[in-house]
């Protein structure tokens, strides 16, 4: 294809999550531009973008634009796509002196909805809403969904698969009130007729080597693989179930069907998993309705402010039963 735009730079620094919810935008670029795709994020997240076909080179910055800014220069790209749209990006724009291109982030929405509950919230995807900002250059979305590329065969993680059919179970978020109570995964695991495989980092650790002591059914891999590993365990899993979670966005890059816990953060903020229109995926939401303090962030608490966690702590534990037994058959 014909275009004015040979070479682009695509820019989310942060963080796991949020750089995965760009692969159908850089999907779409690549393949409807027919360009050379770059992109830079921070050193710590090269590895969610580095096995992705679609880009063509990645930069990484540790802090500062400042990095990098001589090899970006030389680059002389014809449009930058601004996907974070903070101070560092902006500094980025300036600095470059290309045409950009950048998106609503509805702040004001999100915050009247969490500190007023004044709800102006699109109905829309954050996905949804960086197609809107392509309009202009003829960039459309392809209803494809998220995709992810963790450059793990089977062969390189066979040791880790439970020969049998497995429940993969995310116990870790980086804010407490993201994460799924304990109350909540004994329950999980008691009712599951899978093995149970828990994902996590180091920091959930503690927490997983209990539950894998007093359950047979568990299978503890908590700080113990990669985070490309946990994404190709999420793929062969039959169901996934998370918190608000880059591995939530990750099994959604898989079609994997789940079932997501809704604490601090929720849905209508607009990040829930994507699979693309093209795509009937079976996704259930635990959440409580029965409260007005939720969601008390777009980004997730250490504490609940409240001090009772009720969005979690009080979600019935028949309708996780039952959305399990939907999910396992």
Request: with cysteine; hydrophobic share 35%.
């Amino acid at each position: 294809m014909d275009s004015q735009y040979k070479k682009v730079l695509i820019v989310r620094f942060s963080s796991i999550g949020d750089i995965v919810l760009t692969s159908p935008v850089v999907r779409c670029v690549k393949k409807q531009l027919g360009c050379k795709v770059h992109f830079i994020t921070k050193s710590k997240y090269k590895s969610t973008v580095e096995y992705n076909p679609h880009i063509d080179k990645i930069y990484t910055i540790d802090k500062e634009i400042t990095e990098v800014l001589p090899q970006l220069k030389a680059e002389k790209y014809d449009l930058i796509i601004d996907l974070h749209k903070n101070l560092r990006s902006q500094r980025l724009k300036l600095s470059l002196r290309t045409k950009s291109i950048s998106f609503d982030k509805i702040n004001i929405e999100k915050w009247l909805r969490i500190y007023t509950r004044m709800d102006t919230l699109p109905d829309k995807h954050l996905v949804d809403r960086y197609f809107e900002s392509l309009s202009s250059i003829g960039v459309v979305n392809d209803d494809e969904g998220l995709c992810y590329h963790h450059g793990r065969t089977d062969n390189d993680i066979a040791n880790l698969i439970p020969t049998e059919k497995y429940v993969a179970i995310v116990l870790g978020a980086t804010y407490y009130t993201k994460r799924i109570p304990i109350e909540k995964l004994e329950i999980i695991i008691q009712n599951s007729e899978l093995k149970c495989l828990l994902l996590g980092g180091a920091d959930v650790a503690g927490l997983a080597a209990d539950l894998a002591s007093r359950f047979p059914q568990v299978k503890n891999l908590c700080g113990l693989v990669s985070l490309n590993e946990s994404a190709a365990l999420v793929s062969h899993s039959k169901y996934t179930i998370t918190g608000d979670t880059g591995l939530m966005h990750m099994a959604a890059a898989f079609k994997t069907p789940m079932m997501v816990f809704w604490g601090s953060t929720a849905y209508e903020l607009g990040m829930y998993p994507y699979y693309g229109s093209n795509h009937k995926i079976l996704s259930l939401y635990m959440e409580n309705k029965d409260i007005n303090c939720s969601p008390c962030s777009k980004i997730g608490k250490e504490v609940c402010p409240k001090g009772h966690f009720k969005c979690m702590m009080d979600l019935k534990n028949n309708d996780i039963i039952n959305a399990m037994k939907l999910l396992e058959n």
